[in-house]
């Protein structure tokens, strides 16, 4: 028998603003820095919902390429809390992530920020997102970043 082929579902729009990180400085597995997370909303088919603070514990590795972790409540528009996690890559050419770093506008082509995202919940309604696995595809500006998120089928 084979695997089958995964299918990507349209989930949400997600936008997100940040902060000026905080810069922890280079630790054995690169330079760290804490970006807040201040605030979002998501929009999609299934799931309507404020994105409350939370924080992005990046990394620049020795190679260029950023790792993103974060992890972020979000509150639903029926009230039901989400705990939301996601880890990515961004990368691309030093002088596209450095306008990126700049907070100067970078067409979304000319990068990659990817994540892989997971959900958990209490509230009946989202159990379903216990069982997500979504990717997303993302975009960012000075202060703030739009992701749109697909869950594997």
Known sequence: MEPIEPTLEPLF???LTVAPPTDVGRTPVGHRRVVPVTGGRIDG????????PGED?????????FEIDVRMPIKSDDGAMILMRY??????????????????PVDPKDYFLR?????????????????????GSGARSAASVLYRVWAIG
């Open 87 to 104: 880890t990515g890559l961004r990368h691309g050419p030093p002088e596209v992530l450095a306008r990126l770093g700049r907070g100067e």
């Open 13 to 15: 729009a997600m936008t």
């Open 45 to 52: 088919p299934r799931l309507k919902a404020t994105v409350l």
């Open 57 to 65: 514990w990046i990394v620049e590795r020795a190679d260029g390429a």
């Open 115 to 135: 994540i892989l995202l997971r959900f958990e919940t209490a509230a009946p309604p989202y159990d379903w997102l216990n069982r997500v696995l979504a990717v």
